[in-house]
């Protein structure tokens, strides 16, 4: 009836070590340090620890560095969490919430708060649609569903954004607002410019399935706006 305690403790591990269990090229350093206990051989395991995670990269590209702790919830079946990001000398956010990994659905009861966040990061999701995004938001998403097919309902503000679409090779500028609802993200009048300071308006949808772009259908009102920029070696047509 002897309660028991096991301390360990995760120094400086690089995430690339692990690089072929994850879907996508991770790197940072982590470091954590926990403890398990129980108070008897009759009650469950109990988990708790503070980690960071620094230099976290998402293919090569900066998100910041993470600090945190989880709380393992024997009585929820569940694991609590709240993580500080900060990325560099640009705003940060929080998140935190409960996993449930044992739950065939419902896995994920998290929250995300963010402010004047870098969104570089988010390239690699438009899977070669769009590139060379930056600039910066903020907003408050709620997730749910599945680890690897989260549902995110909530708004978002972009500003000082820019980004390339490939297709085209055009440059833009763009600021405003989305919404998010489950897998659908729906953007209304986002405010674009192009290279000539041209200005247009974006209205439409994007649908993403396991945190990838599936479909993106928008409609442009623009005047005098720079809609192609090929070269002839880049022009197939």
């Not at 749910?144 to 679409?165: C, I, M, W, Y």
């Not at 609802?181 to 439409?204: A, H, K, L, N, P």
């Not at 399935?209 to 409609?219: F, G, T, Y």
Request: hydrophobic share 35%; aromatic share 14%; glycine share 10%.
């Amino acid at each position: 009836d002897k309660s028991s305690e096991l301390y360990f403790e995760i120094t400086n591990f690089g995430l690339q070590n692990i690089g072929s269990f994850l879907p996508r090229k991770w790197d940072g350093i982590f470091s954590f340090i926990g403890k398990i206990k129980r108070l008897n051989v009759e009650q469950p395991w109990h988990l708790d620890g503070q980690f960071n995670l620094l230099g976290l990269q998402l293919e090569e590209l900066d998100i910041g560095d993470l600090q945190g702790f989880i709380d393992w919830k024997p009585k929820e079946n569940g694991l609590y969490t709240d993580i500080k990001i900060e990325s560099g000398s640009y705003g940060g956010g929080r998140l935190f919430g409960y996993v449930f990994p044992s739950n065939q659905e419902d896995q994920l009861s998290l929250n995300v708060e963010f402010n004047e966040m870098r969104i570089n990061w988010l390239v690699p999701f438009f899977q070669k649609r769009i590139s060379e995004i930056d600039g910066f938001s903020s907003g408050r998403l709620r997730i749910e569903g599945l680890v690897d097919n989260p549902k995110f309902n909530g708004q978002a503000a972009f500003s000082r954004g820019v980004a390339t679409v490939d297709y085209l090779n055009t440059n833009y500028k763009f600021s405003g607002a989305t919404i998010f609802d489950q897998d659908m993200v729906y953007f209304d009048q986002i405010e674009i410019f192009d290279r000539f300071g041209s200005e247009g308006f974006v209205t439409g949808q994007l649908i993403h399935e396991n945190i990838k772009v599936k479909a993106l259908d928008v409609k442009v009102d623009f005047r005098n706006l720079e809609l192609l920029n090929t070269s002839r070696n880049q022009n197939t047509l």
